[in-house]
T-cell receptor, first 114, second 112 residues
Framework: EAGVAQSPRYKIIEKRQSVAFWCNPISGHATLYWYQQILGQGPKLLIQFQNNGVVDDSQLPKDRFSAERLKGVDSTLKIQPAKLEDSAVYLCASSLKYGPYEQYFGPGTRLTVT | KQEVTQIPAALSVPEGENLVLNCSFT??????LQWFRQDPGKGLTSLLL?????REQTSGRLNASLDKSSGRSTLYIAASQPGDSATYLCAVMTQGAQKLVFGQGTRLTINP
């Protein structure tokens, strides 16, 4: 069974530029999550999708971050414009259903904003 | 608001030792608790998942315990090996919000 795929693995941009990350969850998984992990900290949930609907985006900085999950499969997370404090690893995870089910994580995208 | 704390932040031990990593959480209304491993530059690998009704789970040299009433979990690693060097994260799935809340991790180094 293929795992969660993410791309790109690394990205370096200047502040005020825009960037997009892509995630392909495990086949058949209805729930998809985006996390932000700042160096030395644990991951923090940004947004959670159930199929193509948003379940929780309470910690997403909506003035600059956006995410979508078209057709309930792949997802894209965008930052526009980026700030220095957005430098982090962005992790995508998926689970079979919404709720207390095991989450499977992708390798992450390391973003550096200069 | 659920808060998860891991102590110590970093640990260095010689190969072959048994060791314990600690995790505490403030709200006992949880569905489950997971321990993850994270290697440098990599994503998270799930090690053990303990349901709220369980007291412990074992996988190979790893044993995780859960005391929900006191808000504590421990990860016991037996006969440590250099390949166990990584950051270990614990996370609780909170009831209500139904989302994972992570601790900041313990960076473990096993010296040959």
């Amino acid at each position: 069974e293929a795992g969660v795929a993410q791309s790109p693995r690394y990205k370096i941009i200047e502040k005020r530029q825009s960037v997009a990350f892509w995630c392909n969850p495990i086949s058949g998984h209805a729930t998809l999550y985006w996390y932000q992990q700042i160096l030395g900290q644990g991951p923090k949930l940004l947004i959670q999708f159930q199929n193509n609907g948003v379940v929780d985006d309470s910690q997403l900085p909506k003035d600059r971050f956006s995410a979508e999950r078209l057709k309930g499969v792949d997802s894209t997370l965008k930052i526009q414009p980026a700030k220095l404090e957005d430098s982090a690893v962005y992790l995508c995870a998926s689970s079979l259903k919404y709720g207390p089910y095991e989450q499977y994580f992708g390798p992450g995208t390391r973003l550096t904003v200069t | 608001k659920q808060e998860v704390t891991q102590i110590p932040a970093a640990l260095s031990v010689p190969e072959g030792e048994n060791l314990v990593l600690n995790c505490s959480f403030t709200d006992s209304a949880i569905y489950n608790l997971q321990w993850f491993r994270q290697d440098p530059g990599k994503g998270l690998t799930s090690l053990l998942l303990i349901q709220s009704s369980q007291r412990e789970q074992t996988s190979g040299r790893l044993n995780a315990s859960l005391d929900k009433s006191s808000g504590r979990s421990t990860l016991y690693i037996a006969a440590s090996q250099p390949g166990d060097s990584a950051t270990y994260l614990c996370a609780v799935m909170t009831q209500g919000a139904q989302k994972l809340v992570f601790g900041q991790g313990t960076r473990l180094t096993i010296n040959p």
